[in-house]
């Protein structure tokens, strides 16, 4: 059994590992930058470790400050929490070079997956539908529209090392492709370092539903159904909720056998999402692969009861899977805001600063994981998520009327937030009748002065 965790992040996931290892007697070593001494993490860890000054690239990002750390303190893994280092195959093949266990599957599968397009071929070959689209990279511009003429207008081009929503373009026409092909690749040469793309077709109002999948090192793989992540702003999810108010009980049998049957193609290990795209008649396409585990994972944890943390903890202890396919049974259902420190009236410009005053909603179904409080300073230099709201129950009217009265609740001070948008969207009756597709947000803020 893992003795001493370094945990690679900050915010609300850092304090969610904390606890989980907490809970199973595992010692926890933080590793924080200069703008995240005052951060509950810190506090809560046994140990804690400066690696730097505030911007990422030299702290969270500091691969090799950050393995130093871990000989010096003597820690025997590495969870790396989402964002930062959790997708870095060669942070995962250095730590496994060092003989610290990377919390996660081997560097191997980061690389099979983080180039989108290679994961694309990885779906083929396990047999899961993919969206029509080139077979790979297409490296210049008249391939690139031979491609999308053929599968027809509108595509989007996609960067395969993209991620949170960056180095994507839609197309509606020839005439619109050359100047989206190029901006796609230039703002993925920026972002990712790596400008190669790839093209599908683009759907013009799909569900992005994912399944959440665990796998050990004794090749069992089990999924724990799906999460409904629809509700998005320009490609990121703002609400996420499980199980989806769409699919029928079929479409989630048959989502969930084709996400194990991917993820054990691969001898996949540890926690790990796999999304797709439905279309209005419950078609399904695989998009990506994510190798870590996801902000959201919060809700499936509330419906099956299950504690994905601690299973991956389980997991890189070498342990065999606590549940197996039939013990996962799905109770009720659970919705998730994201909040964040951002001004919707102003384009949702992030908003750091002091908190002057901090009361989180409470009481029967509700869960709030976040690492701040009154009179903490939100730092400038990282995303601007504070917290997480999820609200549970029997069933979705339910946990949606929590949500209401939960996001009332919320005093926060000193800053702004998107609360109060989350609240209207929670009030939408077309949101509540569960029809939103990915285009919601846009047509929301359209009708909504
Ligand atoms: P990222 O890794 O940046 O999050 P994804 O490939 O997961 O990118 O896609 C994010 C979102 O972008 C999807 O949930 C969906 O809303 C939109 N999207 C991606 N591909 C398509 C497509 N082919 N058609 C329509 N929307 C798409």
New binding site residues.
């Given amino acids: 059994m893992i003795k001493k965790v370094l945990i690679a992040n900050r915010g609300e996931i850092a304090l969610r590992i904390v606890r989980a290892c907490n809970e199973l007697g595992i010692k926890t070593l933080c590793v924080y930058s200069e703008a995240d001494e005052q951060s509950l993490h810190v506090q809560l860890a046994d140990e804690a470790i400066c690696i730097g000054p505030p911007p990422s690239h030299l702290s969270y990002l500091k691969a090799d400050r950050i393995i130093a750390a871990a000989e010096i303190a003597n820690v025997d893994a590495i969870h790396p929490g989402y964002g930062f280092l959790a997708e870095n195959a060669d942070f995962a093949e250095q730590c496994e070079n060092c003989k610290i266990k990377f919390i996660g599957p081997s560097s191997d599968a980061i690389v099979n997956f983080g180039d989108?397009a290679r994961a694309r071929e990885m779906a083929v070959k396990a047999k899961v539908p993919v969206?029509p689209g080139s077979e790979g990279i297409v490296d210049n511009e008249k391939d690139a529209l031979a491609v999308a003429k053929k599968i027809g207008f509108p595509v989007?081009i996609?960067a395969v090392a993209?991620?949170?929503?960056?180095g994507?373009r839609v197309a509606h026409n020839a005439v619109a492709f050359t100047k989206e092909y190029s901006s796609a690749r230039n703002e993925a040469e920026k972002a990712f370092g790596n400008g190669a793309v790839y093209i599908?077709?683009?759907?013009e109002a799909?569900r992005?539903i994912e399944i959440q999948i665990l796998g050990d090192q004794h090749g069992n793989v089990i999924h724990l159904g799906e999460r409904d992540?629809s509700v998005?702003r320009r490609?990121q999810k703002v609400i996420e909720e499980a199980p989806s108010p769409f699919i029928s009980a079929e479409t989630r049998k048959k989502m969930g056998r084709d996400a194990v049957k991917l993820a054990k193609s691969v001898n996949y290990e540890g926690a790990g999402t796999i999304?797709f795209?439905m279309d209005e008649k419950q078609n399904y396409y695989f998009?990506?692969m994510n190798t870590r585990i996801q902000v959201e994972h919060g809700v499936t944890e509330e419906i099956t009861g299950v504690d994905l943390v601690k299973e991956q903890l389980l997991i890189a202890s070498g342990q065999k899977l606590s549940y197996e396919q039939k013990d996962i049974k799905i109770t009720r259902h659970a919705i998730e805001c994201r909040v964040c420190a951002e001004d919707p009236s102003r384009n949702f410009a992030p908003c750091p600063g002091e908190i002057t005053l901090y009361y989180s909603p409470g009481g029967h179904g509700v869960r709030i994981d976040s690492h701040v409080y009154s009179g903490y300073t939100i730092p400038p230099h990282y995303d601007s998520m504070i917290a997480k709201v999820m609200t549970f129950g029997k069933t979705r009217e339910l946990a949606l009327d929590r949500m209401d009265r939960a996001l009332g609740e919320y005093l926060i001070r000193g800053i702004k937030t998107n609360i109060p948008f989350s609240r209207a969207i929670i009030r939408d009756p077309y949101f509540r009748e569960g029809k939103a597709t990915?285009k919601f947000i846009e047509e929301f803020i359209n009708r909504v002065p």
């Fill in positions: 989108k969206i989007i996609k993209g991620g949170g929503g960056k994507m599908e077709k683009f759907l799909p992005h992540c998005q490609h999304e795209l998009i990506e990915t």
